[in-house]
């Protein structure tokens, strides 16, 4: 199964695409993409070996998949449950590489896992959690008809700085809505 809109594809991890996402997400110390994916949160490098190890929890997994733009690997995409007796569901997204990045390809991708989500689940809100730092994300949310349901204020600090915590939500309803006009 996947999904292609405007030359970007979400898709299941394949045992031949690990070395790439390694490369994008694991190898560096500190890569550029973890300058907007909670930076306040430590990044730690791992060996091609430790990472190989979780292929996995990798490989054709429901809840992580990777981006694809043209055929190159630039991404990921996936969710965690909050809650899942009350199916409470997070879901986030990652463009490792730079060069792809304020080109609408990351909100496409969530657009496309978005739309999995609701379709494949029995859902009755999706959402995720950035930063104030982070408005790009906060943008592709709007984007896409995501409305912000929190700010907690001041509980991200990171570079000297302290940073609002943004919760952003979609109800079904609203996503049903949204595919009608």
């Given at each position: 199964?996947?999904?292609?809109?405007?030359?970007?594809?979400?898709?299941?991890?394949?045992k031949?695409?690990?070395?790439?996402?390694?490369?994008?997400?694991?190898?560096?110390?500190?890569?550029?993409?973890k300058?907007?994916?909670?930076p306040?949160?430590?990044?730690?490098?791992?060996?091609?070996e430790?990472?190989?190890d979780?292929?996995?929890?990798?490989?054709?997994?429901?809840?992580?998949?990777?981006?694809?733009?043209?055929?190159?690997?630039?991404?990921?995409?996936?969710?965690?449950?909050?809650?899942?007796?009350?199916?409470?569901?997070?879901?986030?997204?990652?463009?490792?590489?730079?060069?792809?990045?304020?080109?609408?390809i990351?909100?496409?991708?969530?657009k496309?896992?978005?739309?999995?989500?609701?379709?494949?689940?029995?859902l009755?809100?999706?959402?995720?959690?950035?930063?104030?730092?982070?408005?790009?994300?906060?943008?592709?949310?709007?984007?896409?008809?995501?409305?912000?349901?929190?700010?907690?204020?001041?509980?991200?600090?990171?570079?000297?700085?302290?940073?609002?915590?943004?919760r952003?939500?979609?109800?079904?309803?609203?996503?049903?809505?949204?595919r009608?006009?």
């Open positions: 199964m996947s999904y292609t809109e405007n030359g970007t594809t979400i898709r299941p991890v394949k031949a695409d690990l070395k790439r996402m390694w490369e994008l997400s694991f190898r560096d110390k500190d890569p550029e993409w300058k907007w994916d909670a306040y949160y430590p990044h730690e490098p791992l060996e091609w430790a990472f190989y979780r292929k996995d929890k990798l490989i054709d997994q429901d809840d992580y998949w990777l981006i694809e733009h043209e055929g190159t690997i630039v991404g990921m995409v996936g969710y965690y449950w909050e809650h899942k007796p009350s199916l409470w569901l997070e879901m986030g997204i990652a463009i490792y590489d730079p060069a792809y990045w304020n080109g609408g990351g909100t496409t991708a969530f496309l896992w978005r739309d999995h989500l609701f379709n494949t689940m029995p009755v809100r999706t959402g995720y959690t950035t930063w104030s730092g982070n408005e790009r994300m906060i943008r592709a949310g709007e984007k896409l008809g995501f409305k912000m349901e929190a700010r907690i204020r001041k509980v991200r600090y990171w570079n000297g700085t302290f940073y609002d915590s943004i952003m939500g979609m109800l079904r309803e609203e996503w049903e809505e949204l009608t006009q």
